[in-house]
């Protein structure tokens, strides 16, 4: 099995960017499952229903989300009827929507889990734990299994991928919006990216205008971030799954700058 992992969406340049380079990457690597991080894709805060929509349409089979995942707040009106997204699994229980799901495509399954780091972020329950319970009832059905780690700090999402390290496919984490360069496969066979980088403008701060974040770290005061209009970037993760064991037998990162990239 073949799945394509598509780092942050970040507003209106990551749409677009998303929107030019979806038909080339389906047609160069054939992915049986496409998944992508939502949860900036509504102006840089949350998505909303015709976000979520238009991704599907282009292809994408699953979404999950992180800790702007309640930032817009239509979501509300339909993320318990998405069984395609996921938003964090370590939300105390009676949180709207679901934490994993199993999609469906291409002829193959793949069992997705979303959780959450703790560390520089808001409190919320413990990934490690959910990670265990949640992992380890999806792996009495589904042998390949994939975990978005939304989380700040490299040490945290590095601990997800050893904690995990024969249970999961693939532990890939998101938010900080910086393509990492540790892509490995663990011993056990889970195959590893501290972050897959994100889909938006790369003239900007984290794919937010530059002014406005300069403008914070110099003052320290109130400031409005908006997404940056310029020119984007778009980094993901491709990795092969052997479906009789669930162990990743290759994980090859992708990043692609616009005016710039050559599709074979």
Known sequence: MKVLFIGDIVGNTGRKALKATLPHLKSKYNPHIIIANGENAAAGR???ANIAKEFFDQGVHGLTMGNHTWDNKEIFDFIDDEPRMVRPANYPPGTPGQGFTVIKA?????????????TFLPAIDDPFRAADEIVGQLSKKHKCILVDF???A???KIAMGWHLDGRASLVVGTHTHVQ???????????????DAG??????????????????????????????????WHFHAVIVDIDESTGK????????LLEDEWLMD
């Open 46 to 48: 949350g998505i909303n």
């Open 106 to 118: 291409g002829g193959k399954e793949l069992a997705v889990v979303n959780l959450m780091g703790r």
């Open 150 to 152: 939304h989380a700040e």
């Open 154 to 156: 490299t040490s945290e």
């Open 180 to 194: 990492s360069n540790d892509d490995t496969i663990l011993p056990q066979g889970t195959a590893y990216l501290t």
């Open 198 to 231: 994100m889909v938006g403008s790369r003239e900007g701060i984290l794919g937010m205008e530059r002014t406005a974040v300069l403008r914070k770290f110099t003052t320290q005061l109130p400031v409005r971030f908006q997404v940056c209009e310029g020119k």
């Open 248 to 255: 990743a037998k290759k994980i090859q990162k992708i990043r």
